[in-house]
């Protein structure tokens, strides 16, 4: 993070800035209560803990909660429950049954490919109302876009606004709802205008450095905004490449066989593929977008099978 971002977030606030497979994690340490912001991936949640415990010594962790449900946000859930089986969790209320059912396709888990393992859940952030965090009161506010549920919180004495994938230094995250013909970049404009409004001076992104320089990333979202939206192949082929940059984040290596096998039964692909590339096979349109990972040196190739560079 800047130097200056940094030394100007509350002093009870630790930011864990992880690899972009795992969101980054907001541990607020309380007077009374400790809290985790988002939780990482599954595959990452030994490091979590391991983050966890080491800021806090012998204090348990009391409280957790999720700015959404997308697998890196949520997937260190179960294992802090299992670590602190006292402890209270947060989510927005938009799908709070499906995690009560524990629905994995509608909670995105089966489309994408990815896995959470199951948590329960003992309250919600409310949009509209405030929750205190490191002894502050920090509001909640809706952020539909990239995910319909999402909400994003705001410290306004500090003016620190913790953005999950709503913004980032450099954009946001994929809209989801597009590539399911729900449209939703009039809802990532709309967030964009709240956050502009909310006028923080610092940001903690979902993903990369906690940044200052707002009013730049403002319009660096923007920009980007208008050019999905002129284009949504491009934003369905973009959203490809994310799924398969995930997967390869999270295995590493795959043989040929198994990445094939982990196309065809990710729904995501299929959707999209009729959606948004009817007249190209899965196959083809996967490989083309492989290629075009390979050509940019984020990904390698060889006998073995895929590799992450």
């Given at each position: ?105 509608r909670l995105s ?178 490989g083309d977008v ?20």
């Open positions: 993070m800047s130097d200056h971002a940094a030394a100007e977030l509350p002093a009870n606030l630790v930011v864990f800035e992880r690899g972009w497979l795992s969101s980054n994690n907001i541990l607020f340490i309380g007077a009374d209560e400790t809290a985790l912001v988002d939780t990482g991936y599954a595959t990452h949640a030994d490091q979590t803990l391991a983050l966890v415990e080491s800021s806090l010594g012998t204090r348990p962790l009391n409280r957790v909660l999720n700015t959404h449900l997308h697998s890196d946000h949520c997937g260190g859930n179960a294992a802090l429950q299992q670590r602190y089986p006292a402890i209270r969790t947060d989510i927005p209320p938009g799908e709070a049954a499906l995690v009560e059912q524990w629905d994995e396709r888990f089966l489309a994408t490919g990815q896995a959470c393992p199951r948590f329960r859940f003992t309250g919600l952030l409310q949009p509209g109302t405030e929750c205190v965090l490191g002894d502050r009161s920090w509001q909640v506010h809706s952020a539909p876009g990239h995910d319909p549920h999402s909400v994003i919180l705001f410290d306004p004495i500090s003016r620190t606004l913790i953005s999950a994938d709503a913004l980032w230094e450099n954009g946001f995250g994929v809209a989801f709802p597009e590539l399911a013909g729900e449209p939703s970049f009039g809802d990532v404009a709309a967030t964009l205008d709240r956050i502009e409004r909310l006028a923080p001076l610092r940001v903690i992104p979902g993903h990369g450095r906690v940044f200052d320089k707002v009013g730049t990333a403002l319009a660096t979202a923007r920009r980007r905004l208008d050019s999905l939206r002129r284009d949504p192949a491009k934003h369905a082929r973009h959203a490809i490449k994310v799924l398969m940059k995930f997967k390869l984040l999270e295995v590493q290596s795959i043989s040929l066989e198994d990445w094939k096998a982990w196309l065809w039964t990710t729904p995501y692909f299929g959707a999209i593929r009729a959606r948004f590339f009817a007249d190209v096979a899965l196959e083809q349109l996967a492989l290629g075009e990972l390979v050509a940019a040196g984020a990904v390698e190739m060889d006998s073995s099978g895929i590799h992450n560079i």
